[in-house]
């Protein structure tokens, strides 16, 4: 899977959980997005989940799910 054996351990967890968690809730649409937002430097996608930065406009709504998911409690 995609979302796991990235680059860095921080990015595995988070997608990891992501994916385990609502991927299957996602529509095709945000699927293609989620697709696309996978082949983004796991570096830029650390800095925007954590938000030390912004993301791009276009994966700023997605970024937002993803933070929200690998902070959530059990």
């Known amino acids: 899977m995609r979302s796991m054996r990235r680059g860095i351990k921080e990015m595995d967890i988070i997608l990891g959980r992501f994916a385990e968690s609502g991927l299957d809730r996602l ?16 570096h ?24 929200r998911v690998s902070t959530a409690t059990n």
Not at 47 to 63: E, K, M, R, S
């Open 27 to 42: 529509d095709p649409a945000a699927l293609d997005l989620y697709d696309a937002l996978l082949s983004e430097n796991d």
């Open 44 to 67: 830029d996608l650390y800095q925007w989940v954590t938000g030390q930065n912004a993301p791009p406009p276009q994966y700023a709504a997605l970024i937002d799910r993803i933070a």
